[in-house]
């Protein structure tokens, strides 16, 4: 049953979706809010979590990684690239655009469009643009460019 406009169930139902609107658009979480500190794991939990930790290093004790990297800046860049990427595809980007932006500081101070032009030929690339400077700003700004 449809309620008529100006009837108590329809004048509620835009009451509720008023206050949720509100209530969305005024609330904001700091980015530097550290997150809320989680209970220690059950014991019996932890003990299971070490184990299958143990077992993958004796597994695999040198993981390689598919995405070609020289220093930790290098290889985050090359992680945010290759959401919804094959790494290959990512491994053909990159060293163009290392080239240009070797630091975090000279890819922060890169505009949008010369990043775009860079990475054009990774999915997504217009926000993965915007991303890869934010982080590059972020790493200036809150690490010192480390």
Avoid: C, W
């Avoid at 932006?101 to 775009?116: D, E, N, Q, S």
């Avoid at 926000?127 to 460019?145: E, P, Q, R």
């Amino acid at each position: 049953m449809r309620s008529k406009p100006g009837s108590n169930t329809t004048t509620a139902m835009t009451k509720t979706k008023a206050k949720q609107s509100k209530a969305t658009k005024t609330t904001t979480v700091s980015a530097s809010a550290a997150p809320a500190s989680l209970p220690p794991p059950p014991p019996a939990l932890l003990s299971k979590a070490q184990a299958i930790h143990r077992l993958l290093d004796q597994l695999y004790p040198n993981p390689p990684i598919p995405l070609d990297h020289f220093d930790n800046y290098s290889l985050l860049i090359a992680v945010i690239l290759s959401a919804q990427t094959t790494d290959g595809k990512v491994n053909e980007v990159t060293p163009g655009l290392f080239k240009v932006a070797p630091t975090p500081a000279h890819l922060a101070a890169l505009p949008h469009a010369t990043v775009l032009s860079l990475i054009r030929s990774v999915g997504l690339a217009p926000g993965k643009a915007k991303n890869i400077i934010g982080a590059a700003k972020m790493l200036v700004d809150t690490f010192g460019g480390q």
